[in-house]
């Protein structure tokens, strides 16, 4: 079971995974035809897989010789595997790209442009050139900026210029704030090599303890933010309809997300095993996202 964790959470399958799914169900969400988006999510798969993998092949780099974790070792370990990996999800995230409309292009390709962005030498700082992500105290808003063009702006974006209605805003809202209260604590994770390089975060600017405390509430307005997706604004729409739909069942697996992220989150600390965050954090975005997807079809199938 240990291994069979490893190789999906350290391949970036899991995560990449949880990607692909929260796109397919934030098209159920706003009534976008679900077939329209199967490449869309074909390419949100291998892309993340790709972006990931790169990511941590570029942070082994960084990271110091003597620095320890189950993690480190095992992509240590894999590491020329992961190269060639990192290739095939890139070409098959390329294939899709070509698949998809100019607007979803558009909006891939700024996202694409900050992951690497995210990973590679580009903004001068203290002397040096340095990648995004160690700028101060914007790491995980880059990650929840990213993961919102790519899974929510990119489904209602079948035309351009790309129109906005307010379940469009709403459900970006709703990525952003999920993703930033899952992603806070891996700045708890990362607190003792941030240090070491002097890269100053959330962390280390408000403490674990508050820290936690940030992801917490961000957890809470993501939960308000889906009872105005799920509850409020179906009802505003057209109140009969919405007791005819599957919205209200569909806002439990929101809760279910929302809350065991909080669960997850509360117990967090610097000392936690790496999988903590990477297998069970990202497990929330899988569980809430099949859910909503698997609810939302149902009027589908009956």
Same mark, same amino acid.
């Given at each position: 079971? #240990?291994? @069979? +964790?490893? $190789?999906?959470?350290?391949?970036?399958?899991?995560? %990449? &995974?949880?990607?692909?799914?929260? !796109?397919?169900?934030?098209?159920?969400?706003?009534?976008?035809?679900?077939?329209?988006?199967?490449?869309?999510?074909?390419?949100?798969?291998?892309?993340?897989?790709?972006?990931?993998?790169?990511?941590?092949?570029?942070?082994?780099?960084?990271?110091?010789?003597?620095?320890?974790?189950?993690?480190?070792?095992?992509?240590?370990?894999?590491?020329?595997?992961?190269?060639?990996?990192?290739?095939?999800?890139?070409?098959?995230?390329?294939?899709?790209?070509?698949?998809?409309?100019?607007?979803?292009?558009?909006?891939?390709?700024?996202?694409?442009?900050?992951?690497?962005?995210?990973?590679?030498?580009?903004?001068?700082?203290?002397?040096?050139? #340095?990648? @995004? +992500?160690? $700028?101060?105290?914007?790491?995980?808003?880059?990650? %929840? &900026?990213?993961?919102?063009?790519? !899974?929510?702006?990119?489904?209602?974006?079948?035309?351009?210029?790309?129109?906005?209605?307010?379940?469009?805003?709403?459900?970006?809202?709703?990525?952003?704030?999920?993703?930033?209260?899952?992603?806070?604590?891996?700045?708890?994770?990362?607190?003792?090599?941030?240090?070491?390089?002097?890269?100053?975060?959330?962390?280390?600017?408000?403490?674990?303890?508050?820290?936690?405390?940030?992801?917490?509430?961000?957890?809470?307005?993501?939960?308000?933010?889906?009872?105005?997706?799920?509850?409020?604004?179906?009802?505003?729409?057209?109140?009969?309809?919405?007791?005819?739909?599957?919205?209200?069942?569909?806002?439990?697996?929101?809760?279910?997300?929302?809350?065991?992220?909080?669960?997850?989150?509360?117990?967090?600390?610097?000392?936690?095993?790496?999988?903590?965050?990477?297998?069970?954090?990202?497990?929330?975005?899988?569980?809430?996202?099949?859910?909503?997807?698997?609810?939302?079809?149902?009027?589908?199938?009956?």
């Amino acid at each position: 079971m #240990r291994t @069979l +964790r490893n $190789l999906l959470v350290y391949s970036n399958v899991w995560i %990449a &995974l949880a990607a692909s799914s929260l !796109t397919l169900a934030n098209a159920v969400v706003i009534k976008v035809p679900i077939e329209s988006v199967f490449s869309l999510s074909a390419f949100v798969f291998f892309a993340t897989a790709a972006a990931y993998t790169f990511l941590r092949l570029v942070g082994l780099v960084e990271k110091h010789v003597e620095a320890k974790s189950e993690f480190l070792h095992w992509v240590r370990k894999y590491k020329y595997p992961l190269m060639v990996w990192t290739g095939i999800t890139a070409s098959a995230a390329l294939y899709f790209f070509f698949q998809l409309n100019v607007a979803r292009q558009i909006v891939l390709a700024a996202s694409m442009l900050l992951s690497v962005l995210y990973g590679i030498p580009c903004v001068p700082f203290k002397g040096k050139l #340095r990648p @995004l +992500r160690q $700028l101060p105290y914007i790491k995980t808003i880059l990650v %929840a &900026l990213t993961w919102m063009l790519t !899974t929510a702006v990119t489904v209602y974006a079948s035309n351009w210029p790309i129109t906005l209605r307010p379940q469009d805003i709403l459900l970006c809202l709703f990525v952003f704030t999920f993703i930033l209260g899952l992603t806070i604590p891996f700045d708890i994770r990362d607190a003792k090599w941030d240090k070491e390089i002097e890269l100053p975060t959330i962390a280390h600017l408000l403490g674990v303890k508050r820290t936690r405390q940030l992801a917490l509430a961000m957890l809470i307005v993501y939960l308000l933010l889906g009872f105005g997706l799920f509850i409020f604004l179906p009802c505003y729409i057209n109140y009969p309809a919405f007791f005819r739909s599957y919205y209200l069942a569909a806002f439990v697996a929101v809760l279910f997300g929302g809350i065991g992220g909080y669960i997850i989150v509360q117990k967090i600390d610097e000392n936690s095993p790496d999988h903590y965050f990477t297998f069970r954090i990202d497990g929330m975005i899988i569980i809430q996202s099949i859910g909503i997807l698997l609810i939302l079809s149902l009027d589908r199938w009956m």
